[in-house]
């Protein structure tokens, strides 16, 4: 716990999300179920990660405003869950309530090619349900969703991680 | 009550819905009723709604002392995921509690890295509570 610097290799957390992915997909009947069941384990991994997150900046202090909780989730979150900061974070400009993180390839979806009968699916609703469960447990319940965002110049799509608080 | 009796410290951690571990610490020989055992645990219950409040007005963890019953101080320490930390003791050292929760705040942790243990769940890992034992040795 106290050894923040250890790293995972990209290619254990891979295969064991490739793993992950295949056993819910022998369990389920449509890609949304599939979506449904990562966003779920991932939120079990979300209140996790934050006291684990929290602990280690030593501040001994919570967030108490949507904006700073966002932040610390984009910014310090990330860097210890995916070695970076998240590539933006916005609020909306129609909707105040709903702000969107963008990653520009999220390792869920990396190595990932979806079969034809599986065409909507975003393994990056594992992450999404990540976030959704750190901040449930901090008290700024969410719904959050991940959506792939087709790039022109690029061969990988960049996906948004849309963010609509509950209150 | 009476005044000849010492009571023990105890520690209650409670999740979103429900108690999710409770322990006392016996400090020395000391005789305790039934009495005194649910009436611990009816001080820290009633100072839950001091401990939200508390928790409303600062970002810090630690809420130092929250309410007083007699002569018995109830302390209380937040986590970011909103699991309060509640200790009733007679002392008054504010900087002994703080260390003492921030020790059980990395025992708290360690215990959620475990996959096996859910968050928001009751704690009945026996490794833990030998943990916090040891920890309410050293500073309470």
Known sequence: ?167 | SPTNHRTMPMLLIVGSREPLYEAEFSTGPQSKTEDTAHLNQFILHSAMDMVDDAAQSTNNMYLRIVDRFNDQNVFAFVTAGNIRFLLLHEGRNEEQVKAFFQEVYEAYVKLLMNPFYSYDTPICSTSFDQRIQAIARRYL
């Open chain 1, 1 to 167: 716990m106290r050894d923040a610097d250890r790293h995972v290799s990209r290619s254990a957390f891979a295969y064991l999300f490739s793993e992950m992915v295949q056993y819910h997909t022998s369990r389920i009947r449509s890609a949304g179920e599939l979506e449904l069941k990562l966003h779920e384990v991932g939120q079990r991994v979300g209140a996790k990660t934050l006291e684990l997150v929290t602990i280690r900046e030593k501040l001994m202090k919570r967030e108490s405003g949507v904006i700073e909780m966002l932040q610390f989730v984009s910014s310090t979150c990330w860097k210890s869950l995916f070695g970076k900061v998240a590539d933006s974070l916005e609020r909306s400009t129609d909707c105040g309530n709903e702000y969107m993180i963008h990653e520009f390839e999220p390792i869920t979806n990396c190595f990932v090619s979806i079969p034809t009968d599986l065409g909507h699916l975003n393994c990056a609703a594992y992450i999404a349900g990540i976030l959704a469960g750190m901040l449930d447990c901090a008290h700024f319940p969410a719904v959050v969703s991940a959506h792939a965002m087709p790039a022109p110049d690029r061969t990988a799509s960049n996906t948004v991680f849309l963010i609509c608080m509950l209150d």
